[in-house]
């Protein structure tokens, strides 16, 4: 069983940063950040597996940025740049797939929201 902490989530204008964090109790081979939006399915936006490998959705790339610290078991979620299509709740998952339904352990989502 592996316990993930989100915080860093909040309200910021459209082109501010936030830098959101999750601290886990265990380590798996991914673990990455997801997000929903109201009204909308959660939806991938970037891992990092337990080697350094990053994978991250097409309207992040560039301004979303993750990393881990493996020694302290936790993730990172650089978020500059933001826009208000950015507003969602942003959970942190681990588990050994990079998908929504390849995650194992979720945590309870920080809110991020973007205004124009």
């Known amino acids: 069983q592996v316990q993930l902490v989100e915080s860093g989530g909040g309200s910021v204008q459209a082109g501010g940063s936030l830098r959101l964090s999750c601290a886990a109790s265990?380590?798996?081979?991914?673990m990455g950040w997801f997000r929903q939006a109201p009204g909308k399915e959660r939806e991938g936006v970037a891992c990092?597996?337990?080697?350094?490998?990053?994978t991250s959705a097409d309207p992040v790339k560039g301004r979303l940025t993750i990393s881990r610290d493996n020694a302290k078991n936790i993730l990172y979620l650089q978020m500059n740049s933001l826009k208000p299509e950015d507003t969602a709740m942003y959970y942190c998952?681990?588990?050994?797939?990079?998908?929504?339904?390849?995650?194992?352990?979720w945590g309870k989502g920080t809110l991020v929201t973007v205004s124009s």
């Open positions: 998952a681990a588990g050994w797939r990079c998908m929504v339904g390849g995650m194992d352990y």
């Open positions: 265990g380590t798996t081979l991914w």
């Open positions: 990092i597996s337990m080697y350094g490998s990053t």
